[in-house]
């Protein structure tokens, strides 16, 4: 995910870059992370991140919950940031990762 190191790197630190990035990896791409999201009921909220239009806020309780607790504790663990921590940095940078990857409002080519 180089593309997002570059989109990223400037404006947010390493440990919520890390999460993110590791986040999206896992999960197959932005394309993975949308689909979970609608699993959850939260589809709307993802797809609005990569339309043009405006960001849907999504709050750490919403991440906790489509995520659930062993998910949150095994990003946690791998990436070495408090359990607590992990849902708010996914809530306040997910969307502008998935936004600022997506700009013309598609998701990227599968490679």
């Keep these: 995910m ?12 390493a440990e919520a870059l890390s999460l993110v ?10 394309e993975g992370v949308v689909a979970e999201f609608e699993k959850t009921g939260l589809g709307q909220q993802a797809k609005s991140w990569i339309s043009t239009g405006p960001n849907l806020p999504i709050t750490s309780e919403q991440i906790q919950q489509a995520l659930g607790s062993e998910k949150v504790k095994e990003l946690a663990a791998k990436f070495g940031i408090p359990v607590d921590k ?15 990857a997506t700009p013309e409002g598609k998701l990227p080519p599968t490679q």
Excluded at 2 to 13: A, E, K, P, Q, R
Excluded at 21 to 30: A, L, N, S, T, V
């Design 2 to 13: 180089g593309l997002l190191d570059g989109i990223l790197g400037g404006v947010i630190g």
């Design 21 to 30: 990035k590791g986040y999206i990896d896992k999960h197959g791409g932005i």
């Design 86 to 100: 992990v849902a708010d940095l996914l809530a306040q940078y997910l969307p502008t990762a998935i936004d600022k």
